[in-house]
């Protein structure tokens, strides 16, 4: 499950140009728990859709 975790929040996020509330609505995650795996996993996050 791991394996495949950080690469669909990765396309999830890339999908949502970084926008975390609707990639956890996409992957059907609170976004608290978005935040936890993006941290995690060690996502590198870039605000203002700059993605």
């Known amino acids: ?3 495949v975790e ?3 929040i ?3 996020l890339d999908a ?6 609707r990639a956890a609505e996409v992957l ?3 976004r608290n728990t978005l935040r ?3 941290r995690e996993f060690s ?3 870039v605000r203002g859709g700059g993605r």
């Open 36 to 38: 936890k795996k993006i």
């Open 28 to 30: 059907g995650l609170n």
């Open 43 to 45: 996502i590198p996050v």
């Open 1 to 3: 499950m791991r394996e």
């Open 16 to 21: 949502t140009r970084g926008n975390q509330i």
């Open 10 to 12: 990765m396309l999830t």
């Open 6 to 8: 950080k690469p669909l």
